[in-house]
């Protein structure tokens, strides 16, 4: 399985560098999801690793072999763009053994080929369609055909699903999961959609003007956030002022005993995710009192948008049909769920 380094890439676009000093190892047969605001870099760099571009600095290695030179024809990498790019005066076999044909493959070896990639998207029906004549989704798993179809060592996926309804999305996200995995090709997956990282991602990096803001398993990055940008970029979040001395976190609406091993003193900042709010009685510990602004129903939970201390909060609650316009709500933090961050 390939592994994939970068290594200090720079990339400038006059007098704007996309990426400033990016390191980081891909590891070999993971999916990678780079997750980040736009602006922050993670096309720039599918385009570096691609061989699309060339790095103003720094280099690219795979398996140890320098390739950041190295055309991208060359570079045995799998791609699939956001638009899909296929042909539409071609069958979608004929799209998908594009890449086998220009390799020079035997036209028998290139139609057994198709039709293994074909039968592992589960589109083998489609064989002899134009692309005019499919979904938006059949057209998304044919561009993911084309770039399996050569087995790559590298697959690099640049928000593949980005063109296609709520609905779709959802759908695919789950299919893309079970095709990746059973994969041994390394992954670099470019979204700006959370669920499809959190979802999809062995391991996430979080990109921000060009540099990484922290990198690891989903789990790890959202429940510790190593910056307050992560924990409000990643997933909702309240982000509230706070003063934390002696062991004892004073929020606008509520003071707690709090156990905090980073050496923060004095004035910060308290990040609490909306699902680590929960309904408390008024004289429970911890408990403080808000009130109620408004409510989504969202299926399986309430969203509630509340004021606390002078202070909007978002809270997640199962129980939430429970509360009342106007009426007082009380709530208090789930214990260990509170991050402390400097001001």
């Known amino acids: 399985m390939a592994q994939v380094e970068a290594r200090q890439l720079v990339k ?17 047969g993971k999916i990678t999801a780079v997750l980040g605001p736009s602006g922050s870099g993670k096309s720039t760099l599918l385009s570096l690793l691609a061989g699309l571009q060339p790095p103003d600095e720094g280099g690219i290695s795979l398996d140890g072999r320098d390739i950041a030179r190295l055309p991208a024809e060359r570079r045995d990498f799998g791609l699939v763009f956001q638009n899909y790019a296929l042909f539409p005066h071609l069958t979608v076999a004929e799209n998908v053994g594009f890449g086998l044909r220009v390799r020079g493959l035997p036209a028998a070896e290139r139609r057994e080929r198709v039709r293994e990639t074909l039968e592992l998207v589960r589109i083998p029906h489609l064989a002899e369609r134009h692309i005019h004549q499919i979904s938006g989704g059949e057209q998304q798993r044919v561009a993911i055909a084309r770039a399996l179809a050569f087995r790559p060592k590298v697959l690099l996926m640049d928000e ?3 063109a296609l309804d709520a609905r779709l999305r959802e759908d695919l996200r789950a299919e893309l999961s079970r095709l990746l995995r059973g994969l041994d090709a ?6 700006h959609d959370q669920v499809e990282a959190l979802g999809l991602g062995d391991e996430l990096v979080i990109l921000r003007d060009g540099v990484i803001e922290q990198s690891g398993p989903p789990q790890i990055v959202y429940r510790h956030p190593a910056t307050s940008f992560v924990a409000s970029f990643l997933g909702a979040a309240n982000v509230i002022p706070a003063t934390f001395r002696e062991g004892k976190i004073e929020l606008p609406f509520v003071r707690l005993v709090h156990e905090d091993a980073s050496g923060i003193q004095g004035p910060c900042l308290a990040v609490i995710r909306p699902e680590d709010l929960e309904l408390a009685t008024a004289d429970g510990p911890g408990a403080f009192a808000a009130e109620l602004e408004s409510s989504l129903f969202l299926g399986n939970r309430m969203r509630l948008h509340l004021v606390a201390g002078g202070e909007r909060l978002t809270a997640d609650l199962q129980d939430g049909n429970q509360v009342q316009a106007g009426a007082p709500v009380h709530l208090r933090i789930r214990p260990g769920r509170l991050t402390l961050f400097p001001a």
């Open 12 to 28: 400038r676009y006059a007098d704007n560098a996309a990426l400033k000093g990016f390191s980081h190892v891909f590891p070999g």
């Open 160 to 162: 593949p699903l980005s």
């Open 186 to 191: 390394t992954t670099i997956y470019v979204t």
